[in-house]
């Protein structure tokens, strides 16, 4: 069951945390300038499964198919996982400075 645009759910995701792992970044990166621009605390709504302004590409891509299934109406991941089955908290694949996201459906 798909639904249409219209009666996707919309979908708050929150910053929830940013780690940084300097021991690993000192033995494996390349020096980056600027790598991240979250902040915590920051919110972005998602309408229609359309990428937020603002939130980050690579983090986009690891969240979409959470967004997806929530914005359709689904939930419950791994059968209880979530304290609100209507959730998932999500991080970004940066091994260096991962980003968790709470990813909710608004209600």
């Keep these: 069951m798909h639904q249409t645009k219209s009666d996707m759910k919309k979908i708050k995701i929150t910053v929830m945390r940013m780690a940084c792992y300097r021991d690993l970044m000192e033995k494996f990166e390349n020096p980056i300038e600027h790598a991240c621009d979250m902040t915590l605390g920051r919110t972005f709504i998602v309408e229609n499964c359309q990428q937020p302004e603002g939130m980050c590409d690579s983090a986009w891509e690891t969240l979409l198919p959470w967004v997806k299934e929530l ?37």
């Design 71 to 107: 914005a359709e109406g689904g939930g419950n991941f791994f059968d209880g996982w979530m304290k609100n089955p209507h959730s998932a908290m999500i991080s970004c694949n940066d091994g260096f400075r991962p980003v968790s996201f709470l990813v909710e459906t608004v209600e």
